[in-house]
């Protein structure tokens, strides 16, 4: 409850770049220090020493990777809202919110039906789907939000997803 709390003074400060500036350094000191802690233990000559020591090497390799993956994505992310902002497509947020801030669920499905059409009819424009994305996020589908905004971003790339081209 107190993460939501920190999440929400932060998101209504308007300081969120800020914020994630400050998560994504203490992650990186994070891994270095596990990663430190790692070598320590393959220089221990022990078996368990060395076993434990590598896995704390190679997780902070791992989290590198998904936290650089993580940080592209929201930038491409970002750039396009920007560029959908600026030429007055990107969606106004309209939905109506329960007492705690929360979307209603009802009032998301019912919207989500022009987004869905919009896709359906020009899949090509990676626009259409950075807003069913959007669309997605709003109705509580986090796994197709995501993938929505993969198919916005390669069209936006210029590249067409695999399972546009089947279609």
């Known amino acids: 409850m107190a993460c939501v709390g920190v999440f929400a003074f932060v998101e209504g400060s308007g300081k969120t770049k800020t914020f994630a500036g400050i998560v994504i ?49 929201g930038a491409r992310i970002q750039s396009m809202a920007d560029e959908m902002a600026a030429s007055g497509e990107l969606p106004h947020d309209n939905y109506q919110r329960t007492a705690a801030g929360r979307i209603n669920r009802a009032d998301a499905d019912a919207q989500f039906a022009t987004y869905q059409r919009a896709v359906e009819e020009h899949p090509e424009r990676w626009q259409n789907w950075f807003n069913l994305s959007l ?33």
Do not use: C, N
């Open 135 to 167: 669309a997605y996020d709003a109705s509580g589908d986090r796994k197709r939000a995501r993938s929505a905004m993969r198919d916005a971003i390669s069209l936006k790339a210029g590249k067409i997803p695999a399972h546009l081209k089947e279609s």
């Open 25 to 73: 350094a203490l992650l990186v000191l994070y891994l270095g220090v596990t990663a430190q802690r790692g070598v320590l233990l393959l220089t221990s000559g022990s078996l368990v020493g060395i076993v434990l020591g590598l896995s704390l090497v190679v997780l902070p390799i791992v989290g590198a990777w998904a936290m650089v993956r993580e940080i592209i994505f």
